[in-house]
């Protein structure tokens, strides 16, 4: 397998293994844990903080890639990431012993691909509706399938264990479970479409929310039966850039999906009334909560208004994104005292607009998140930055600034 990486990027890649392994083995990242495990253990001590850059990879990924062959670039680009929040940004990113990967999975929702035309700068895109009448064209969503190819998870673990497997063994870890149906529906449908389907041809829409849901479960059950299911503890990813931390699954050994992780959100119906959300949404979602052991939700949606009647039912709800969107105070009223993680994603303009970074401005408005988080169960992220415009001492500061502020205005 080493035959496809050549002497110079094989040495460039051990050099960053045997990184991550020193910086996995302090005592700095020791500490990073507890607070991970206080999280996961219902222990309100010391919030963790992150800058994500899943939005500006080019500044921090790829602009620090130096392997020349594909291959060696495609891994070398995985250990960067992994090393991003600790090396750059001294944030609280845990980090593994290990080089993980996750199984090679094609998941298809729908018997159609969406027609999206990207924008040339920045993340924008614009949908070309495949469907355009709901009620005329639904046969044309069926056909969805998934495929999980074992020989491709298990070349690329035998690459990277040739590489370095001496200094961090391959390990294969299991995302959380999604679910998600709104998302890509609207991805073929367009918004309008999609909001009009509603009063036009609910029927219908039933229909295919019930034929997207019924996939997934076909694809849990597939899990279950071919063994293909892995514990979901301590640093192993959930969706919208998370950490399975958690003391109630298994850590040994996973049979059912109820034993692992999973992951919903309709950022999509978030203008929809919550009763709507509750014809049209909730039911099938919560076929699928039933089918997971422990639930994170949300995306930018807002949560605050379908809380109430909806979020609140799922007694295994452990983390819930709080966006700028929603009623921050309000989402900490319902949260406060709870065993349900309050997963903040402040407003990401005061790091990514232009200019010196207004510390004063980004102080109060930290002040209200904090404040309004007091009593919950904290995890900050920062999300849906564009840009920190190359500036790693930034992004730095900004975790700095983050961190002084919880310890001025966050009470357990």
Known sequence: MTRLIDEKDRQ????????QLDYACSQKNERILEKWRALAEGRREDPTVRLLFSNFTDEVVYSRLKCTGKEARAI?????????????????TPLSPTYDIS??????????????????????FHIEPVITDLAEQADRLRGGSFEVDEEDTRKRAELADSLFGD??????VLPSLTGAITNPLVHLMGMENYYISMYDCPDTLHEVMDMATSLYERYYDYLEEHALLLPTCGISPVAQESFAFNSELPVDKAEKTTDVWGFLESQETTAVAPATFGEFVFPY???????????????????DAIWPDYLSRWKNLRKLSVSPFNDEALVGEYLRGSNVVYYSKPRAEYVTAPGPMDEQALRKYFKGVFEASSGCLLEVAQREVGTIYGDYERGR????????????????
Do not use: M
């Not at 200094?167 to 294969?172: C, E, H, K, S």
């Open 12 to 19: 460039r890649l051990r050099s960053l293994a045997g990184k």
């Open 76 to 92: 070398e680009a995985r250990l960067i990431s992994t090393l991003v929040g600790r090396e750059l940004f001294d944030d609280d």
């Open 103 to 124: 199984r090679s999975v094609r998941f298809r929702l729908f018997g159609l691909q969406p027609r999206l035309t990207r924008s040339q700068t920045g993340k924008g």
């Open 167 to 172: 200094l961090l063994p391959v390990r294969l």
């Open 285 to 303: 979602q919560d076929r699928l909560v039933r089918r997971y052991g422990l639930l994170s939700y949300g995306c930018c949606e807002r949560v």
């Open 397 to 412: 500061r900004y975790v700095e600034i983050a961190k002084e502020c919880i310890a001025e205005y966050w009470k357990p």
